[in-house]
């Protein structure tokens, strides 16, 4: 136990998410848990974690989610390790929703992005039909996230475009995307910032300079494909093929990555199969175990197209190649995590800001505002 790099979880601390500043101790380590000098309150080590309240050791959750996140089925583990059904469930549950904190502290801040490929994915529950939004930065394999609803409607291609807007820094973007009409109204509605004219009133929405939006669409007979047509709908094609080359390394226009992403996505997660006695009954649970795959595959999984070759001879193993993750092509993280690693990562809270109230402000609020605000 190190309370070096632990920090308060108290929502009501001044001190919360802070570490380095001497003020967590040991306070039991039988019972591995901390104190904060600041808020006197005591916390477990794992709060925060998906291991946080469960009496299974760590290995064996760790080994559960990791074949979870590899697409074998639930029943299978069920029988294997001799758990119930329920207990998986949780897990699984506890597991998504810990990786979507994870996801939105990691992934979702603002980059350089590049090319975006977004496609959809249709889904089949117990008695119920849903679609799986997603989306995926070429450069880096990176996924952004992912948006679940019963229909494949506006409000769905408007809140994956809001997770690639949090994802995006104001640079040249290229969105690759489907036939589907409500894309460019959304990219366009999202992909917007005010302009300040000092008046009063509502300010004026701009779009973003260097966006460009490009369409493939498919026609289909039959079932199958007999046609693949591009389009560019805002953009120069100039413009567009120099993001292509920087992306991608040349070529046309696509959404050849994130229908291979839908592939792995499909292949690990085993309620995404459409004739099976595994399919889920709620949406939460896909999309807790949606996340679950989600970052597994981001942080946790070497990519084949990422590799870069070594300089001179290889190592002692023979490699001769440097593998890399999707995080550690995107800056993310410097090594491989562990599923364990992933799991047992603490998403520290915002940092506290002082209360606003009306009259003189008390010396030892200004101590407090003075030390942990600055």
């Known amino acids: 136990m190190d309370p070096q790099t632990a920090f308060c979880p108290n929502p009501n601390c001044p001190a919360r998410g802070q570490t380095g500043q001497d003020n967590v101790r040991v306070h039991s380590r039988k019972e591995r848990r901390y104190k904060c000098t600041e808020c006197r309150r005591t916390f477990a080590a794992r709060q925060g974690t998906a291991f ?3 009496r299974t050791p760590e290995a064996t959750v760790t080994l559960v989610l990791t074949l979870l996140a590899h ?3 639930l029943q299978a583990i069920v029988v294997a390790f001799g758990l119930d059904e329920r207990t998986v469930d949780a897990w699984q549950t506890g597991g998504g929703r810990h990786c979507q904190r994870v996801q939105a502290h990691l992934v979702e801040q603002p980059r350089d992005l590049g090319q975006v490929q977004a496609d959809e994915l249709w889904v089949k529950l117990q008695g ?3 679609w799986m939004a997603m989306a995926l930065q070429v450069s880096t394999r990176l996924w952004l996230g992912g948006v679940i609803s019963q229909r494949r409607d506006m409000a769905l291609i408007v809140a994956l475009v ?9 640079r040249p973007l290229l969105m690759c995307i489907d036939g589907l009409a409500a894309y460019v109204r959304a990219i366009r509605t999202v992909f917007r910032d005010p302009v300040s004219t000092g008046r009063r009133g509502r300010p004026q929405l701009r779009s973003w300079r260097g966006l460009y939006i490009a369409q493939v669409v498919k026609q289909y007979a039959r079932r199958r494909v007999v046609s693949v047509s591009q389009r560019i709908v805002q953009g120069s094609r100039t413009a567009i093929e120099r993001l292509l080359v920087c992306t991608q390394g040349g070529g046309k226009i696509n959404t050849a990555y994130i229908e291979r992403l839908n592939a792995t996505f499909r292949s690990r997660l085993s309620r995404l199969v459409r004739r099976g006695r595994g399919l889920a009954r709620q949406i939460p649970t896909m999309e807790h175990a949606m996340y679950l795959v989600g970052t597994v595959y981001n942080f946790c999984t070497f990519h084949q197209s990422l590799r870069v070759r070594r300089r001179g001879r290889p190592d002692k193993t023979g490699r001769r190649w440097h593998l890399h993750t ?4 995107a800056g993310i993280t410097d090594h491989r995590w562990s599923v364990h690693e992933l799991l047992a990562f603490q998403v520290p809270p915002s940092r506290w800001a002082p209360p606003k109230r009306r009259g003189r402000v008390s010396k030892a609020t200004q101590a407090r505002v003075a030390r942990w605000c600055s």
């Not at 809001?162 to 104001?170: D, E, G, V």
């Not at 999707?326 to 092509?329: E, L």
């Open 71 to 73: 697409g074998c089925p």
């Open 52 to 54: 946080y309240r469960l």
């Open 128 to 130: 119920l039909k849903v």
């Open 162 to 170: 809001q997770k690639i807007r949090a994802c995006a820094l104001p």
């Open 326 to 329: 999707p995080a550690m092509a």
